[in-house]
């Protein structure tokens, strides 16, 4: 799921940068003790019970360990005031941390394929597990939905796209905790590869997942537009600004999960320059309040009425931010 689904879902309530860096605080601190508990349980009774898909999700699952204290070190310094070398704030540190968290995965990941694959070429050497593996597995798939789930729901709650990272970073874990269940089952019924062809799939789940969060947090950072939807709700915002004739090159670029905005607003052009001026002054207000933009910067440009027969004023423009 993209965090721009998560908005279509979202009803329009703004949250303040205070409550957005609270409920993430809070929400992680839920899945650091979560965390905590499953990475000791998964990884003492996998390796007793000689279950090597109950470590690799144990592995996941201190990943998952890894990733809750970026996402509570990115939510720290994301909440920075603006400064002279960061004149735009320190919003991308979220951008950066899903980042991590990606990278996190996909190193997992293929550690988990490689050493699954190990076995797999020494099939005689797969032990026959211990029934107490399949009980961790089952309880770590409840904890891990559950988790997923509340995490979830704060990150549509306050639009936060690294939340909703570090959700589905969960919800990876619960797939892979219902693969490795099937896999332990599947070895006690009498076929013992399936345990490490488990571990196989896990790894190239969190893999996968790890690429595609990868992926989009670095699309983010070279600065990608916000989705169609979004920008013509600001076009509007900006149309209905009373004064402006037009609009058009409106732009925008993610600033964690901000929007920074640059517009061409049409005006009368028998205005005055601080009429103009005043007019995108009001609509960069209005955009400010209505939607989740850092900063609008508008370049004015004069319009003249079609139905007036006279020559064109010499070209005149004015910028405001």
């Keep these: 799921m993209k965090f721009s689904d998560l908005e279509n879902d979202t009803e329009d309530t703004e949250h303040t940068p205070q ?38 999700d144990g592995i996941h699952s201190l990943s998952d360990l890894v990733a809750d204290f970026v996402v509570l070190f990115a939510n720290h310094h994301a909440q920075k005031d603006a400064d002279e070398d960061h004149p735009y704030g320190h919003h991308r540190f979220e951008t950066a941390a899903s980042l991590v968290l990606g990278l996190l995965l996909l190193g997992v990941g293929v550690g ?58 969960a919800r ?36 996968k997942m790890g690429w595609e969060f ?37 732009r925008t670029r993610k600033m964690g999960d901000m929007i920074v905005v640059d517009a061409h607003l049409e005006v009368d052009a028998a205005l005055t320059v601080e009429a103009g001026h005043d007019i995108a002054v009001q609509a960069r207000q209005r955009v400010l309040q209505r939607h989740r933009v850092l ?11 079609p139905d007036l027969d006279h020559a064109p004023p ?6 405001t931010s």
């Design 295 to 305: 900063n609008l910067m508008t370049h004015v440009d004069p319009w003249r009425r």
């Design 172 to 207: 990876s874990d619960a797939a892979s905790s219902l693969v490795v269940g099937i896999g332990i089952a599947g070895n006690l019924a009498g076929y013992p590869i399936l345990d490490p062809i488990a571990a196989l799939i896990v790894g190239f789940m969190v893999a």
């Design 112 to 169: 988990m394929v490689w050493s699954a694959v190990v076995k797999l070429e020494n099939p005689e050497t797969v032990p026959q597990v211990h029934v107490v593996a399949l009980w961790v597995a089952g309880g770590a798939l409840v904890g891990k939905e559950l988790l997923f789930r509340y995490m979830l729901a704060v990150a549509k709650r306050v639009k936060s796209s690294m939340l909703v990272a570090n959700a589905w970073h």
């Design 19 to 56: 409550e957005r860096a609270a409920a993430a605080s809070r929400s992680t601190w839920v899945s650091v003790g979560v965390n905590v508990l499953l990475t000791s349980v998964q990884i003492v009774v996998g390796v007793l019970a000689k279950s090597q898909g109950l470590i690799a």
């Design 314 to 319: 010499e070209r005149a423009s004015a910028v």
């Design 214 to 250: 990868g992926w989009d947090a670095l699309h983010d950072l070279m600065d990608r537009s916000v989705d169609e939807q979004e920008v013509q709700a600001i076009r509007q915002t900006l149309l209905d600004t009373p004064g402006v004739s037009g609009v058009h090159d409106v």
